[in-house]
């Protein structure tokens, strides 16, 4: 049987006091500590996703942009090819004259 005297409540104090010292001194600190850096972490993600977007965004544009300059590029390309064509046939109209001077 267990006996009651002095020292069993002795030793139930001194596990509640070290029990409660070692709440406040190590479990709470570190309760606070993997709270912030959670917190912190969160932030990080947040930001993270912010940027990621905003890299996505300028992708995007700088396809539009690039797909933009192609298509006027080719519209360009296309004219001088005909401005070309037009000087061309000039040329060999004005040759064929001089030839057709020549021959009469």
Known sequence: MIKFD???F???AEALIMTFVLYYILVKPVMSYIRERESHF???EKETQE???????AIKKYHEELNKARSEGIQKRELLKEEARKIEKEILSKVMKEMDGIQS
């Open 10 to 12: 002795i030793q139930i």
């Open 6 to 8: 002095i020292t069993l």
């Open 42 to 44: 969160q932030t990080l």
């Open 51 to 57: 940027l990621i977007a905003l890299a996505e965004e």
